[in-house]
């Protein structure tokens, strides 16, 4: 073959592949952009105009939504629950994930084994230990019983993913903290800690994106109406009321552009998280 066919053969080979990468595009966003455009639409131009965008916006579907199904509470709700998960999942992971990727001790590999047996262990299974566990700590219907349960069930999945982390940094960063008068642990908050923001960023996401959709456990947990997260509410109010779709489609996007938006600012921290952890297992 002479260069100018395997040139011909180098473009089309490429165009496939952005043609296919365009195909994944369309596929990915169009269903949030097909949320948010029937979010603007009358119940009227819902139907006649299924597909595609609105000819007249109907912003006060937002406020009807927001009003009706009472989301400023449980939008707070999920903000609490949310940041309470990560405010106790960020630390404990960091500082066991530490542990087990730098220091040996007798049966670590043992209890590493054990958290990462809670990646395979399926969530429906727990569900009679966890909420009996809950009553008998007189947790039920609270906050702090949704904030402990899920940061439970993120531990051995963030365990994982730090370590990996804490593995692909050089050793030579703590000794050279140790050299200059820092103590393991003040090497650990001064030096390693700062370095792992990346890996903690994609804990973020991870754990905050679990938080923040949780339905199941919420269900369980969860009965008083002022205590609803966004999900719960979401379907709490669907089964009480006749469905209009483009005040539906509102909720949802509510519920879902907050997590995008998040992603979108952390997405370079989320990806070299994510880099940064696969180069040593």
């Known amino acids: 073959m002479n260069k100018f066919g395997k040139k011909a053969q180098k473009s089309v080979a490429h165009l496939f592949s952005?043609?296919?990468?365009?195909?994944?595009?369309?596929?990915?966003?169009?269903?949030?952009?097909?949320m948010i455009f029937g979010s603007l639409?009358?119940?009227?131009?819902?139907?006649?105009?299924?597909?595609?965008?609105p000819t007249n916006p109907v912003w006060s579907n937002y406020v009807t939504a927001w009003v009706n199904a009472d989301m400023g509470i449980r939008f707070l709700n999920s903000i609490i629950v949310t940041v309470g998960t990560l405010a106790v999942v960020l630390p404990f992971i960091s500082m066991a994930a530490y542990a087990f990727a730098k220091i040996k001790f007798p049966g670590s590999n043992l209890l590493f084994y054990f958290f990462l047996l809670s990646l395979m262990i399926p969530q429906g299974v727990t569900v009679i230990p966890?909420?009996?566990?809950?009553?008998?700590?007189?947790?039920?219907?609270?906050?702090?019983?949704l904030i402990l349960v899920l940061s439970s069930q993120a531990m051995g999945f963030g365990i994982f993913l730090m370590r990996a982390f804490f593995i692909s940094l050089p050793k030579e960063l703590e000794e050279a903290?140790?050299?200059?008068?820092?103590?393991?642990i003040g090497a650990f908050f001064r030096v390693i800690l700062p370095l792992a923001k990346p890996g903690l960023a994609t804990m973020v996401v991870f754990s905050g994106m679990a938080a923040w959709n949780d339905y199941f456990m919420s269900s369980i947990l969860v009965r008083n109406s002022?205590?609803?997260?966004l999900p719960l509410g979401l379907v709490n109010y669907i089964g009480q009321h006749i469905t209009n779709y483009p005040q539906l489609f509102a909720?949802?996007?509510?519920?879902?552009v907050p997590i995008v938006i998040a992603y979108i600012i952390g997405q370079k921290q989320f990806i070299s998280g994510l880099t940064a952890g696969a180069v040593k297992g």
Do not use: H
């Not at 002022?226 to 997260?229: A, E, I, Q």
């Not at 909720?251 to 879902?256: E, G, K, Y």
């Open 18 to 34: 952005y043609i296919v990468m365009a195909v994944v595009v369309i596929l990915t966003i169009y269903p949030v952009l097909w």
């Open 41 to 53: 639409k009358s119940d009227t131009e819902f139907y006649s105009n299924i597909w595609g965008w």
């Open 130 to 145: 966890i909420f009996s566990v809950v009553i008998n700590l007189g947790l039920q219907n609270t906050r702090l019983s």
């Open 177 to 184: 903290a140790m050299i200059d008068g820092c103590t393991p």
């Open 226 to 229: 002022k205590l609803m997260t």
């Open 251 to 256: 909720m949802l996007s509510i519920v879902t």
